[in-house]
């Protein structure tokens, strides 16, 4: 489980070459961040897609 301070914001740009993003979101070719989702954000994205399959 990751931290409460987890911060999108804060990692975009940073190499990142551990696997899938906590909440989502992409690497680029180079292996940094180009953007990442807040937990709040991917919480709203699961239930966006939930209501669109009901």
């Known amino acids: 489980m990751q ?3 987890y911060d999108p914001a804060k ?13 989502g979101g992409g690497v ?3 292996g940094r961040v180009v953007f ?3 937990r709040e ?3 709203r994205r699961v239930q ?3 209501a669109l399959t009901q």
Do not use: C, H
């Not at 940073?14 to 909440?23: A, D, E, F, I, Q």
């Open 3 to 5: 931290s409460e301070e």
């Open 11 to 23: 990692i975009v740009g940073t190499p990142y070459n551990r696997g899938v993003l906590p909440y």
């Open 28 to 30: 680029g070719p180079d």
């Open 36 to 38: 990442a989702l807040s």
């Open 41 to 43: 954000a991917a919480e």
């Open 48 to 50: 966006k897609y939930r």
